[in-house]
């Protein structure tokens, strides 16, 4: 993208509420041109499983680079996001950034036991230690949320994932402008296989382990 150039951003995501939500930070209507420094963007809206919306393909023709906005990553949640890569292509030629929005303030996040699936709340601080899965006993290293999304999803490196906070447009803008500087692309997600079985209702608080 060059500077001054219009520009049109595909926000993507499982829920059209975290899409607005994302959106919100610059306008309160879609498809609004918004200034960010250099770049006149319109962003427009998918949401859901792309491959049922039949327009989907034309949204993406018309597209210069594309913001995936996630919240939780239990495995429902991993499971509909996968299916929004699934419909991307491969190699995608535009731009790509994921998303990870989170409330201000908030030091915590949700994820499932990479074993058994159970819902856990995992702090900030406790990234990097070790933890045990209260379901199964199993002991995992505590990734950030966003290495969390790609060690699932295995993406490459070069995939960038932003952490941005409602009530702080800074942290929003900061992120997209990389986006539209040209963010590489090209992500092949993992063939998740989700049971029933693995869901788990209930959140719990992860186990820290004693070192």
């Known amino acids: 993208m060059k500077a001054g150039k219009k520009s049109k951003i595909l926000i993507l995501s499982i829920y059209r509420e975290l899409a607005e939500e994302f959106l919100s930070a610059f306008t309160t209507e879609p498809k609004t041109e918004v200034a960010i420094n250099d770049f006149l963007v319109t962003f427009e809206i998918v949401a859901g499983d792309p491959s049922q919306d039949p327009t989907f393909a034309e949204h993406l023709a018309k ?12 495995v429902l949640s991993l499971e509909k996001i996968k299916n929004i890569y699934r419909s991307l292509p491969d190699p995608l030629s535009i731009p790509l950034a994921i998303f990870m929005l989170r409330d201000k303030g908030e030091a915590d996040f949700k994820i499932s036991c990479p074993s058994c699936g159970q819902k856990l709340w995992l702090r900030d601080t406790d990234i990097a230690k070790r933890g045990r899965c ?26 960038e994932t932003f952490k941005v906070t409602r009530s702080n447009p800074e942290s929003f803008q900061a992120a997209l402008i990389k986006l539209c500087g040209g963010l590489p692309a090209g992500i092949k997600p993992a063939d ?13 608080r992860i186990q820290i382990q004693n070192t």
Not at 66 to 74: C, H, K
Not at 135 to 144: A, G, Q
């Open 63 to 74: 597209t210069d680079g594309i913001a995936i906005v996630v919240r939780f990553l239990d």
């Open 192 to 204: 998740l296989n989700v049971s029933d079985e693995a869901l788990k209702n209930a959140t719990v």
């Open 134 to 159: 209260p379901n199964c006993t199993k002991p995992f290293v505590i990734l950030s949320q966003g290495d969390h999304l790609k060690s699932q999803l295995i993406l490459p490196d070069k995939v």
